[in-house]
């Protein structure tokens, strides 16, 4: 059974960090792109960041350049995102995806960021 769980949402004020999560079973995750988007509230879900493997070049909307970091280790099956200096703006649900050409793209459930002071 494919699946992607994501977890370390919260609520943080604005200038906070929060990391997180998104733990693969059920495919070979290590071929796969990875990417973190969100959606908030009467908007689009948009594309947030993504890397195509462990260690390689890393890909990010302009809006949080300098401000988040995406990872995976692919030991662990896990991908992460590092958001440092939240902005209110940043409020949104976040949704891991895992996506690879021919085989199949999964996302996880979501997990809710809310940045307010």
């Known amino acids: 059974q494919v699946q992607l769980v994501v977890s370390g949402g919260g609520l943080v004020k604005p200038g906070g960090s929060l990391r997180l999560a998104c733990v693969a079973s059920?495919?070979?995750?290590?071929?796969?792109?990875t990417y973190w988007y969100r959606q908030a509230p009467g908007g689009e879900r948009e594309w947030v960041a993504f890397i195509r493997r462990a260690g390689g070049d890393t890909y990010y909307t302009d809006s949080v350049k300098g401000r988040f970091t995406i990872s995976r280790d692919d030991a662990k099956r896990t991908i992460y995102l590092q958001m440092n200096n939240l902005k209110p703006e940043d409020s949104a649900v976040y949704y891991c995806?895992?996506?690879?050409?021919?085989?199949?793209?999964?996302w996880g459930q979501g997990t809710q960021v809310t940045v307010s002071s």
């Open positions: 059920g495919f070979a995750f290590s071929g796969f792109t």
């Open positions: 995806r895992a996506d690879k050409l021919g085989e199949g793209t999964y």
